[in-house]
């Protein structure tokens, strides 16, 4: 009898095991959309993605349906709001398309303009009530406002398996692109990301300064004059 129970147990623990699988998210849709419509540079394709919309919404829905759940890991939470996020500020180009500027739509962050699991939602609300919440500054570098000063549009999905690495690469890129920040011996002039979010870049002690300079190949010094690009809004096309 004992042994039946046993069996009866182990049974039951490998079926929720295969259900808890199961419902693990499947970002492949998403990855899928952005291999066809973005370069490797980051460029974006808008008309593509119009014209893989339904790909594009068969993504919205996967999203809505699957949110979160206390059962997953960081790494999965991280994921799916960073997809979320990208995805979404692609909807709310096309939407409007074409356009010149995402400053060309009103109030483009606060816009309630998607659902998720039946809630509105803005690219506001996912960035400072959710992402941020993260307490990873790397964030900012992986979340696109379809801007050319923005970092560059990853054409992969992320996932809980990549994400991390995939963060560290994503700033290492943009701190040392030189069309978004010149850091040289002498002068350091870089992006308005780091004036925004101040605050975020202050891990462990440290400061900007000390952020930017475990990422950058030419590290900041002392006596750097430091300054701020201009931010370029143009769409990132």
């Not at 701190?175 to 040289?184: A, E, F, L, Q, Y």
């Not at 925004?196 to 202050?202: E, G, H, L």
Request: net charge positive; hydrophobic share 35%.
């Amino acid at each position: 009898m004992k042994f039946i129970k046993y069996i009866t147990l182990v049974l039951m623990s490998l079926f929720f095991a295969q259900v808890q699988s199961q419902i693990k998210f499947d970002h492949t849709t998403w990855d899928q959309a952005l291999l066809l419509n973005v370069s490797d540079e980051g460029k974006v394709d808008y008309n593509g993605f119009m014209r893989d919309s339904s790909q594009l919404y068969k993504y919205f829905k996967e999203l809505s349906d699957n949110t979160p759940t206390d059962s997953w890991t960081r790494e999965e939470k991280l994921a799916y709001w960073i997809n979320a996020y990208n995805a979404y500020t692609i909807k709310l180009i096309i939407d409007s398309y074409p356009l010149k500027s995402i400053k060309d739509l009103k109030d483009p962050w606060d816009r309630k303009f998607f659902k998720i699991n039946g809630e509105w939602h803005s690219l506001g609300q996912l960035e400072h009530k959710i992402l941020r919440k993260f307490n990873d500054p790397r964030i900012h570098f992986a979340i696109n406002c379809a801007s050319f000063s923005c970092p560059v549009v990853w054409n992969r999905a992320y996932t809980a398996k990549n994400v991390q690495e995939a963060l560290d690469e994503q700033t290492k890129k943009f701190i040392n692109d030189p069309t978004r920040n010149t850091i040289t011996n002498t002068e350091v002039t870089v992006s308005k990301i780091f004036s925004w979010y101040k605050k975020d870049f202050r891990v462990n002690g440290g400061d900007v300064k000390d952020f930017i300079n475990r990422y950058a190949d030419v590290k900041i010094g002392k006596q750097s004059k430091k300054g701020y690009k201009e931010y370029d809004w143009s769409l990132n096309e």
